[in-house]
C-alpha cells in the first residue's frame, strides 16, 4: 500500500510539473499569440492579465516543490481551487466589473422590499 500511494503521489508531482512547464512555455509568447489551450490543464488561469498568472506560477512553482520533497500534495490541490474559484468569478462580466472598479453608484438600482 505504501509504495502505490508513493506511486501515485510521483505521477501527481509529474503531471504538475508539465502542466507548469506547459504554462510557462506558453507565458513566453504574446498575450496576443496565445490561445486558451496553450494553458494546458490550467486553461481557467487565461482570465487573468499576465502578472498575476506570473505569481501564479510563483506560487505554483513554490507549491510543487515542497510537495515534491514530501508525501503530500494536497497543498497543490487547494492552491489550484483558490485560484480556479478567483477565475470563475472574474469570468462573470458584472463580478469582474465590481473587482475593478468599473461600475459606480449610477450603475445599481436600490431595491425596496415588498413586504
Same mark, same amino acid.
Do not use: C
Given at each position: 500500500?505504501?509504495? *502505490?500511494?508513493?506511486?501515485?503521489?510521483?505521477?501527481?508531482?509529474?503531471?504538475?510539473?508539465?502542466?507548469?512547464?506547459?504554462?510557462?512555455?506558453?507565458?513566453?509568447?504574446?498575450?496576443?499569440?496565445?490561445?486558451?489551450?496553450?494553458?494546458?490543464?490550467?486553461? %481557467?488561469?487565461?482570465? %487573468?492579465?499576465?502578472?498575476?498568472?506570473?505569481? %501564479?506560477? /510563483? *506560487?505554483?512553482?513554490?507549491?510543487?516543490?515542497?510537495?515534491?520533497?514530501?508525501?503530500?500534495?494536497?497543498?497543490?490541490? *487547494?492552491?489550484?481551487? /483558490?485560484? /480556479?474559484?478567483?477565475?470563475?468569478?472574474?469570468?462573470?462580466?458584472?463580478?469582474?466589473?465590481?473587482?475593478?472598479?468599473?461600475?459606480?453608484?449610477?450603475?445599481?438600482?436600490?431595491? *425596496?422590499? /415588498?413586504?
Amino acid at each position: 500500500m505504501l509504495r *502505490e500511494a508513493r506511486l501515485e503521489h510521483v505521477a501527481a508531482i509529474r503531471d504538475y510539473a508539465v502542466a507548469y512547464l506547459t504554462l510557462d512555455t506558453a507565458m513566453k509568447r504574446a498575450r496576443g499569440e496565445r490561445r486558451t489551450s496553450d494553458y494546458g490543464p490550467w486553461a %481557467f488561469i487565461s482570465v %487573468f492579465d499576465d502578472d498575476d498568472i506570473d505569481e %501564479f506560477l /510563483q *506560487e505554483i512553482n513554490d507549491a510543487i516543490v515542497r510537495a515534491a520533497s514530501g508525501e503530500d500534495h494536497s497543498t497543490v490541490d *487547494e492552491l489550484i481551487h /483558490q485560484w /480556479q474559484m478567483g477565475a470563475r468569478t472574474l469570468s462573470d462580466p458584472v463580478a469582474r466589473e465590481i473587482l475593478s472598479g468599473t461600475t459606480d453608484t449610477s450603475d445599481w438600482l436600490e431595491v *425596496e422590499d /415588498q413586504d
